[in-house]
């Protein structure tokens, strides 16, 4: 029983870890591209740029030079990531090697999790420091608009939860 606890664990860390470099290599292999161009690069409209500037940023009439800058640091980003991205698709082609074997490696396989977990931190660390980049470029103004836009989506996020949580509810009881 303890075996298929560890058995179940490491698979949780697997999906996790899969979950969370999911977007990374979308974003590298370019899914979700527009004309070519690379996902989450900056089209030169507002509003229109993939994982951090799009949504994040939309109606905050952000200036021609505004738009520059973010444009700079999302390639800035990408080219930096670049590396860590392939050594995170390496890492998940070695587990997913590991796994095609016909007996369970536990040590190989908490090995390759580990050294995966180790490069996601480093990209979430990149990321979290590209959206404080990006938010650097915002005036006072459109910060206060964001943090707005922000608590409406967080409003409208527990009004559907309250209306499909009670709708669950009663289907439930019946």
Known sequence: MKKLGKIQTLAIAGLSA?????PIVLAQNGVGTDNGQQHGQWQGREGRSGHFGGGMFRGL???????????????????????????????????????SGTTFNEALATQKLTEAAAIEAKLMGAEFQ?????????????????EQQKQQRE?????FKAAHGAQGQSQQQQ
């Open 130 to 146: 590209l959206r404080q980049d990006m938010l650097a470029v915002l005036t006072p103004d459109q910060k206060a608009q964001l």
């Open 61 to 99: 009439n952000l200036t021609d030079d505004q738009k520059s800058k973010l444009q700079q640091l999302h390639e800035s980003f990408a080219a930096n990531t670049k590396p860590l991205r392939e050594q995170l698709r390496a890492k998940h082609k070695e587990l997913r090697q590991a796994e």
């Open 155 to 159: 409003q409208r996020r527990e009004q």
């Open 18 to 22: 899969i979950a969370l470099a999911t």
